[in-house]
């Protein structure tokens, strides 16, 4: 009897085969392929996928669980053919999480700082010299409270920045607030930098729009590392040259990679990462993907197994 297949899908085929390869050491009781290479789809007991074309998991009659290469699962959710009662088990490790810490307290560190207003200094040879209030006087929101949201606010209040979060349940974490999703207001109010780090559903999406950036103090900044479908563009860019809005780091975009003529690139008041603030890579994605593999398979509890929901 042949072994079963673990289908894997990625929109680059160049870095599929080190997935490939990590994938099947770790698990020599399957056979890993391409979903190109798969001639019976009744043999595939797991889609390891990221954003998998249409239809492509209603194809396997036999599915046990999909498995998404990052902690999101709204490019598995996008798929309108999706069997939901196919569970889908996240990839969310201590390399994932590690990384995720070091962007967001590196970019916060910077707009609290306003290091991108001391760089444009140097860049036109000005001896712009400011005095900075102490981080324990600067207020940071983190929208999305979930395993990357409250890792990164137990990061920043380490730093002894006044951190608070705000989520549909309104849940904190050790020394950190919660704010729940009828204080929304309220939280943005308090939030002199925003970070952005929320689940993409039907209710947030668009929600770093006019309105509510509007909310943030006059001079707030922003930090997107979720998903480009959080923003709508022509209101960050309005808010940047009003003056309402400092700055704005941005690592994810609505179309990926960022076409070369958007405004996004050459805006002084932007700052653009390619979606790198926590990229997982083969080696540590490939033992956090095959340990969830193996309890799931084993019947043991799977922490980040989670189900299609199309509501925040």
Known sequence: MPDPVIALSMPRPDRMIAWRDELQRHLPGF????????????????????????????????????????????????????????????????????????????????????????????????????????????????????????????????????????????????????????????????????VCLLPLTDDTRGILNAATLGKLPKEASIINAARGDHVIEDDLLAGLESGHLSHATLDVFATEPLPRDHPFWTHPKVTVTPHVASLIDPASGGRVIADNIKAFEAGQHVPDLTRIDRGY
């Open 31 to 194: 056979r890993v392929a391409g979903t190109d290479d798969i001639t019976d789809p009744e043999t595939v007991r797991y889609a390891v996928v990221w954003k998998p074309p249409t239809g492509l998991i209603a194809g396997y009659p036999n599915l046990r669980a999909v498995v998404s290469i990052g902690a999101g699962i709204d490019h598995v959710a996008a798929d309108s053919r999706y069997p939901t009662h196919v569970p889908v088990i996240k990839t969310i490790g201590p390399n994932m999480t590690q990384r995720m810490r070091e962007y967001i307290a590196l970019h916060v560190l910077r707009h609290h700082r306003e290091q991108p207003a001391v760089a444009a200094a140097q860049a036109r040879r000005e001896w712009d010299q400011r005095v900075i209030p102490p981080a324990t006087r600067r207020r940071v929101g983190i929208l999305g409270m979930g395993h990357l949201g409250r890792a990164a606010a137990q990061t920043l209040r380490a730093l002894g920045f006044d951190v608070a979060g705000w989520s549909r349940s309104g849940a904190g974490a050790d020394g950190v607030p919660g704010y729940a999703q009828d204080r929304l207001d309220e939280f943005l109010g308090r939030s002199e930098i925003l």
